[in-house]
């Protein structure tokens, strides 16, 4: 298994649509290894391909309290959401040390392929809901943070920006 490096915003390849998998093969099941390493070595508790500049429409993640139950999604698709809504604050890899309250369907269904390729539907709801949502967008080529005010996308982009200079910059 391998570390991969993970996007940060505002990253333009953030913003690519991933195209579906068609067939969960070895170089797949290798991807999703390497993507649910990285997620655990990244502290998050979900990863989109797209994160790692792989357009595929592969999530994995885990909201166990014991980070042991890695969750695969490949191609997921929602069958179902609540009509209520709830509004959480979120946080992402692709942007961080950012968070802010986002709102999402309080429950979801999902139907999607399993690291065996078998088709299995799900639902969900809590950090699990909100998790799957959130992947989901990155895979529509949507970051989280599109969703607040374009005063706080803002800086947040120059934030970002910023802090990708100095991390470039000497010592």
């Known amino acids: 298994m391998a570390l991969l490096s993970i996007l940060r915003y505002p990253d333009p390849r953030l913003h690519?649509?991933?195209?579906?998998?068609?067939?969960?093969?070895?170089?797949i099941r290798r991807l999703v290894d390497d993507m649910v390493e990285t997620m655990y070595e990244a502290e998050g508790v979900g990863l989109a391909a797209t994160q790692v500049d792989v357009h595929e429409r592969v999530i994995v993640m885990d909201t166990s309290d014991s980070r042991d139950k890695p969750l695969v999604l490949i191609n997921p698709e929602l069958v179902?959401?609540?009509?209520?809504?709830?509004?959480?604050?979120?946080?992402c890899l692709s942007v961080p040390t950012i968070y802010d309250k986002v709102r999402r369907h309080a429950r979801v269904a999902v139907r999607a392929l399993g690291r065996d390729g078998q088709v299995f539907e799900r639902e969900a709801s809590g950090l699990t809901s909100v998790c799957i949502q959130h992947e989901m967008d990155h895979l529509m080529g949507k970051?989280?943070?599109?969703?607040?005010?374009?005063?706080?996308r803002d800086r947040?982009?120059?934030r970002m920006?910023?802090?990708?200079?100095e991390d470039k910059s000497p010592a």
């Open 161 to 165: 920006l910023k802090k990708a200079r």
């Open 80 to 91: 179902a959401r609540s009509e209520d809504m709830n509004q959480v604050e979120e946080g």
């Open 16 to 27: 690519t649509v991933a195209r579906p998998v068609d067939q969960v093969d070895d170089r």
């Open 156 to 158: 947040i982009r120059s």
């Open 143 to 152: 970051v989280f943070v599109e969703y607040l005010s374009p005063f706080k």
